[in-house]
């Protein structure tokens, strides 16, 4: 197996400069391969390299690594203790005594000189010098191109243009990085979510201990108040817990004995024992970290198109500077000092800083936050795909309905009242496993109805068709209504009610003796209580068709339907007939996305161009299948993943626009001579910073809908 280690990296300031950092540790002559994810910050590395070794690779950005193992406190450094922004601070002062200087004795005096190259050397030290580097090894990027625009106002003698020059970069960068690290915040948040340590209860004592030395079967306390540490079963205790750090949902929710809680999550008012089910790398907040990092680092086809056109696009810019420069005095009769200069300011608004950022700052934004609300978009090309999408195809169970069955109907066709009826069909299927059965149990359980006095025996489950008992020295039978029909008369009164009942979808079960039928009892999956809430939001939005795909009879696909603003059924499909109806949709409609319950829906889930899973917290097969996994089996949270789809896209597309217009702009505005390098480089600084406030709009879009249902 080969080598591959993982680090977190710190002080990664740009796009350009985490490839640079990635070429940089290939280069490595025991490095296999590296690759840098930006958008988390982190570092894969196939092979062997120190530390050390990484470090220096990333020596030209400050960049500090470290080991993914080591659960350290990352401290932020406040602004002005960043040795970067300390610089530009010294740098500035010595800016502002070249301009005093100026004034007082004059822009050529060799005083004001000196304070102009002291601002520059002092600010631009690590910029020059990457540059220089860069420049030999002939690999272009920005801090090639102002490099070059700053020794050559030196060399021209425009030393308060090249000071200017510097110190506006160094602003520049520094709000990046800002900007960035708040992108980043939202994917920290969740790594914070868990707690380091866990109280182990080992032979009646209490140990303090870090989660990675807890093994499966241990047990932790969990005080109220106190977060839970680790994913498990609990074993002793009552209370509620807030699962907002996985769901985004804030209401909390009841746990007793057997429940399952997850790392991250807050307890409430009562202590818990909890058996301890998974390692601290396995828990539901690990892999949710681990696919929102990945998530991260996929670059989106928009993305991809302007990584492409950023390796042609610098070298381009050097040689329209290269032509401003030289063709004009070599040609036209214009003056070398006038034009040098405009080709120098070429190169400082040609800095491809703005359109580089303009794709993964909203990318990492936007699924770093999605996270939080509870949903998981696996990649900036799934998020764009969800920006298109004009047609939702949805599984019926589990996903429009709650997919568990309620006893809806309970009639007598004896002289046994409905409590009496079901309580002796609780009785028999107590000791049944089928989930008709447990609508039975919980219905009786919600009526209090009390079992204790009843003995039961003889039970058997007849395979297909239901069960039967021997319930206080009486045979009773419970199933189908084809169960009793052989032996038993259903008189016409009874079938009217048994048909009037399927055909409204529900299920039917008869109860009844060895002599007659006793009364039926009918069960039916509930519709979950906002789903046609969300329809009607969806088509509000503009989604032009919702259809439902379900391998339940047309009966009761009809009688769910009924109750929703769906404009398509399709009924008695199959797992790959499904998947064909999403071919034939995706041909009449174009993008389609297909929501389900990521188990017996991965063949559609797969064929659309968005598979949407509707995952139960710590389901792996839905964070395994699909594109995006709504956490929490949150249907609500549907209309929200279209918004921020849509949003991102409008952003993404903003921020390619703002780049590439300011930059024509400033590009036409030099040829007259208004634009001077200081404006160049204020120009190019704006359009980077109109990028970066404009993807940090993606923060304020929430998942809480304004109807109560929601």
């Not at 005594?97 to 005083?111: L, N, P, Q, W």
């Not at 929703?564 to 949709?585: G, V, Y």
């Amino acid at each position: 197996m080969e080598n591959k280690q993982v680090y977190r990296l710190q002080g990664l300031s740009c796009a350009n400069c985490a490839a640079t950092f990635e070429k940089n540790v290939k280069a490595i002559a025991t490095v296999k391969d590296a690759e840098v994810n930006f958008g988390a910050a982190k570092l894969t590395v196939i092979g062997e390299a120190s530390i050390e070794e990484l470090e220096k690779a990333g020596a030209f950005d400050g960049i500090t690594v470290i080991p993914e193992t080591e659960r350290k406190e990352q401290k932020e450094e406040p602004f002005w203790k960043k040795k970067t922004n300390v610089t530009a601070l010294i740098s500035a002062l010595f800016l502002f005594a070249g301009y005093m200087s100026a004034y007082a004795i004059g822009e050529r005096h060799t005083v004001t000189i000196l304070l102009f190259a002291a601002s520059t050397i002092i600010g631009g030290y690590r910029l020059l010098k990457t540059g220089i580097m860069h420049l030999v090894r002939f690999q272009f990027d920005m801090n090639t191109l102002m490099t070059i625009a700053v020794i050559g106002a030196a060399c021209i003698g425009e030393w308060k243009e090249g000071a200017v020059v510097v110190f506006l970069f160094a602003i520049s960068e520094a709000l990046e990085r800002y900007s960035m690290d708040t992108a980043r915040r939202s994917l920290q948040r969740l790594i914070d979510v868990a707690p380091k340590k866990a109280t182990v209860l080992r032979g009646g004592k209490e140990y303090e201990v870090d989660v990675e030395d807890v093994v499966v079967g241990d047990t932790i306390l969990v005080k109220p108040g106190q977060k839970i540490a680790m994913d498990g079963v609990v074993l002793h205790g009552e209370s509620s817990v807030n699962e907002a750090a996985i769901t985004g949902e804030s209401m909390p929710v009841a746990k007793t004995a057997g429940d399952e809680v997850y790392a991250g999550t807050m307890n409430g008012e009562g202590a818990l024992e909890v058996r301890v089910t998974k390692r601290v790398e396995d828990t539901t907040i690990a892999k949710i970290i681990h696919l929102v990092e990945e998530a991260q680092a996929e670059r989106a086809p928009t993305q991809q198109f302007v990584d492409r056109f950023a390796r042609y696009y610098t070298p381009a810019i050097m040689l329209i500077a290269l032509f401003v420069a030289t063709v004009p005095p070599l040609w036209l009769g214009g003056e070398w000092m006038t034009w040098v200069y405009r080709g120098l300011t070429v190169l400082v608004v040609g800095c491809p800083c703005a359109l580089v950022i303009s794709t993964p700052v909203a990318i990492v934004t936007a699924i770093g936050q999605a996270a939080r609300q509870g949903v998981l978009i696996k990649g900036g090309a799934y998020l764009e795909e969800i920006g298109k999408i004009s047609a939702i195809a949805f599984d019926k169970t589990g996903t429009l309905t709650t997919g568990t069955p309620e006893v809806t109907d309970i009639h007598s066709f004896s002289d046994l009242d409905g409590k009496e009826m079901l309580k002796i069909a609780a009785a028999i299927e107590k000791q049944s496993e089928h989930p008709l059965a447990s609508a039975i149990l919980r219905k009786a359980e919600a009526l209090q109805i009390s079992l204790d006095d009843l003995q039961v025996s003889e039970f058997r489950a007849m395979a297909g068709k239901g069960a039967a008992a021997r319930v206080n020295g009486t045979m009773y039978y419970i199933g189908k209504p084809s169960l009793f029909s052989s032996a038993l008369s259903i008189s016409e009164k009874m079938r009217a009610q048994i048909m009037c009942a399927q055909k409204q979808g529900k299920t039917v079960m008869l109860l009844g003796d060895e002599t007659k039928v006793l009364g039926m009892i009918a069960v039916s999956d509930q519709l979950r209580e906002n789903a046609a809430f969300v329809l009607e939001t969806l088509r509000n939005l503009g989604i032009s068709q919702t259809i439902m795909l379900t391998g339940d009879h047309e009966a009761t696909a009809q009688a769910i339907a009924s109750s929703l603003p769906l404009t398509d059924i399709r009924a008695e499909l199959l797992p790959e007939e499904k998947w064909t109806a999403i071919q034939m949709l995706q041909r009449q409609s174009g993008r389609i996305a297909m929501v389900g319950d990521g188990v017996n829906d991965a063949p559609a889930l797969a064929a659309a161009n968005v598979g949407i899973a509707m995952g139960n917290i710590g389901t792996d097969v839905a964070l395994e299948t699909a594109d995006v996994v709504l956490m929490g089996d949150d249907l609500g949270k549907l209309p929200y993943v279209i918004r921020l789809g849509r949003k991102a896209m409008r952003i993404i597309q903003q921020n390619i626009a703002i780049a590439f217009l300011l930059k024509v702009l400033a590009l036409i505005l030099i040829v007259p001579g208004w634009l001077t390098l200081w404006m160049a480089i204020f120009a190019d600084m704006g359009a980077t910073l109109l990028v970066l406030l404009n993807s940090l709009r993606l923060l304020r879009l929430d998942g809480v809908s304004k109807s109560k249902k929601w």
